[in-house]
């Protein structure tokens, strides 16, 4: 099979995760068509930065933490700095999925094709969260009144798109609100989306109470995402209990 020529760069937002990013760094730099891999360091106190940059990566850093979107945006404008005569693609992922990452070659492929304008990760192989799924389910719950369609896994943050599906996208909805954001805008807007299984895993949350103030924050930046597409989300979101783990 023909190696692709490179048309692809990878963003990747990462926070305090020097243990884990070298390796994701070192397998996203191996997929066919990737020559450019951009990580944002939001505000790391440990050495992410140092270790992405040793691994291969051009660096970004935001001296404050200032959320997953903001990552996002900042890791796609550095990319477009670097495009010659056309627009890279942009293949967004987890900094914690470590040599998982190489597993994203379907996600890349349909986009490449033309067959879809982004694509969005289904793991084959779930981990155990701590959660009960019911930021999830919400993210999921709202995509689907909102535009018809059925997300198998909302909040995934491994995606592939064009960049004129990035740029139809934006401003994209704060932090951890961006996916489902990204998701209604692109497919209210006639954007092809589609779901490709891949065989990727990255670190699960847990059940401490750092862990239950993170959920805590998905479930506040979720809602305000389907809130600020859709107001009437107000008044469910008013229902809905705080997650407990």
Do not use: Y
């Given at each position: ?48 930065g ?16 200032r ?19 056309h ?27 033309g ?14 969260l ?11 719950d ?12 909302p ?9 004129d ?49 993170h ?6 930046d979720?809602g ?22």
């Amino acid at each position: 099979m023909a190696v692709p020529e490179p048309d692809t760069a990878v963003v990747i937002p990462a926070k305090d995760e020097a243990e884990r990013i070298g390796a994701t760094v070192s397998a996203a730099l191996k997929l066919p068509g990737v020559d450019l891999v951009v990580v944002v360091d939001d505000g790391s106190s440990d050495e992410t930065g140092r270790v992405a940059r040793a691994a291969g990566a051009r660096v970004v850093r935001h001296s404050r933490n200032r959320g997953k979107a903001a990552a996002m945006e900042s890791g796609a404008e550095a990319a477009g700095l670097l495009d010659a005569d056309h627009a890279r693609h942009l293949l967004f992922l987890d900094a914690d999925l470590g040599e998982t990452a190489a597993a994203a070659v379907p996600l890349i492929a349909p986009v490449r094709a033309g067959e879809a304008d982004m694509t969005i990760a289904t793991f084959a192989t779930r981990v155990k969260l701590g959660g009960h799924g019911i930021v999830v389910r919400v993210a999921r719950d709202g995509i689907k009144r909102l535009t018809g369609w059925e997300a198998t896994q909302p909040l995934n943050g491994q995606r592939c798109l064009t960049r004129d599906a990035f740029e139809a996208a934006r401003p994209l909805a704060h932090g951890f609100g961006v996916e489902t954001g990204m998701t209604v805008d692109l497919l209210r807007k006639g954007f092809r989306v589609v779901e490709v299984e891949v065989e990727m895993s990255h670190r699960a949350t847990g059940t401490d109470w750092r862990s239950q103030v993170h959920r805590a924050r998905q479930l506040r930046d979720v809602g305000l995402a389907l809130a600020a597409r859709e107001p009437v989300v107000r008044q469910t979101l008013s229902t809905i209990r705080s997650p407990r783990g």
